[in-house]
């Protein structure tokens, strides 16, 4: 049976659905619309139901379940083949999968498998048409993300082949506001393993919790090369503590070793939206507006006129960030 639908691949953790897929589903709503097509979201563990409401709150239509205690965890041998089953059974034109390093496994699996094309780490996602060899394709699904360093932004489409499969980063895509009244429909999908299917068990996982928390931030104060040294961060540091924001920095800054790379901001760090960005001694490259330019309000200080950063920043303070961050940190404890 052939669905015109946009699936979503739903990781989850410990039952819960990964932020990632619940900003695709919402993703998903928006294509499926213009295409109008249902949502179907696939998520595989050992206890998800309890995740449905939620999918079908952000847009989904159907859900595909797999419930297994052997599925607590990913593993890539029985979580792709059922992709692949749910994919080939359902057909849906489009697939999307978080570019997490769970989704840069599975996706590339499927996608070898069903001998279609994938997309890795887009940041938009479209629908449009587009005219190859004198064919119309109507509807295809426009791939969008940096290529050649960042210097250009591609769109990528594969309109022979369905379903058109893509990974997208973390942070791009914005989570809809829930409507708990929405419901989707439960389709339990008949897994077929055998004792091959699992050739990996993990015994024991050990997490790590993140130390920086630049997604969740609602005011982030980043710091670049203009910073001019690791002891200097300890400016960044310090407005970033007077208003309780977290410290982010350009890929730059992290290269020099001013600071850790879980900091780094933009195409190859975290994408951020937060309330507030105020970047520090920023030039602001294409490489870094990637991952902060949907910010609510930018402040940038920059010792340069003519920083490209200032052709995004709401606010631009002109001036040397030893003299005017030590002033914003005075100003405001004046006030609170
Ligand atoms: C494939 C690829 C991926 C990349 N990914 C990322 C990424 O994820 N994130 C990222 O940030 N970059 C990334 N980059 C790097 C990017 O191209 C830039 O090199 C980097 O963002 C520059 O960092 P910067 O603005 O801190 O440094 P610079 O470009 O050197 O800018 C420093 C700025 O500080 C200002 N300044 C100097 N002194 C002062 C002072 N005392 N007071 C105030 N201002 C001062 C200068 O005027 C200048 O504008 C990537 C590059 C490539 C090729």
């Known amino acids: 049976m052939s669905e015109n639908s946009v699936m979503v691949y739903i990781q989850q953790n410990e039952g819960k659905a990964a932020d990632v897929s619940l900003e695709l589903v919402s993703k998903a709503r928006e294509l499926a619309d213009k295409l109008g097509a249902e949502v179907s ?8 139901s309890g995740e449905v409401s939620r999918l079908a709150s952000l847009g989904a239509d159907k859900v595909y379940l797999v419930e297994d205690s052997r599925l607590k965890y990913y593993t890539p041998v029985p979580y792709s083949k059922l992709m692949i089953q749910t994919v080939s059974e359902k057909k849906p034109q489009i697939v ?15 996608a070898s498998h069903l001998k279609v094309g994938l997309t890795a780490d887009c940041t938009d996602l479209q629908i449009g048409d587009h005219t190859q060899k004198d064919t119309e394709y109507k509807n295809i699904l426009y791939q969008i993300r940096p290529a050649f360093g960042g210097n250009i932004i591609a769109t990528i489409v594969s309109p022979e082949k369905k379903p058109q499969m893509a990974t997208v980063r973390e942070g791009v895509m914005r989570m809809a506001q829930p409507s708990p009244s929405r419901k989707a429909e439960t389709i339990k999908i008949k897994a077929n393993f055998s004792k091959d299917d699992f050739p990996s068990e993990i015994i024991d996982r050990v997490l790590q919790a993140k130390s920086v928390n630049l ?62 960005y105020i970047a520090c001694g920023i030039s602001g490259a294409i490489q870094h507006r990637a991952g902060m330019d949907s910010s609510s309000r930018i402040i940038a200080i920059n010792s340069d006129a003519e920083a490209p950063i200032f052709g995004i920043a709401h606010y631009g303070i002109v001036g040397d960030l030893n003299e005017v961050i030590p002033k914003m940190i005075k100003a405001y404890k004046a006030r609170v």
């Open 215 to 276: 997604k969740g931030a609602q005011i982030i104060v980043a710091g670049g090369m203009g910073v001019g040294s690791k002891d200097n961060f300890a400016l960044i540091r310090e407005l970033a503590q007077t208003l309780g924001a977290e410290v982010g920095a350009s890929r730059a800054a992290v290269d020099q070793g001013f600071i850790g790379k879980e900091h780094q901001v933009g195409q190859t760090g975290t994408t951020v939206r937060p309330k507030l």
């Open 41 to 48: 979201a696939a998520i595989f563990g050992e206890k998800v």
């Open 96 to 110: 999307l999968y978080g570019a997490t390093t769970e989704g840069r496994d599975l996706a590339p699996r499927v």
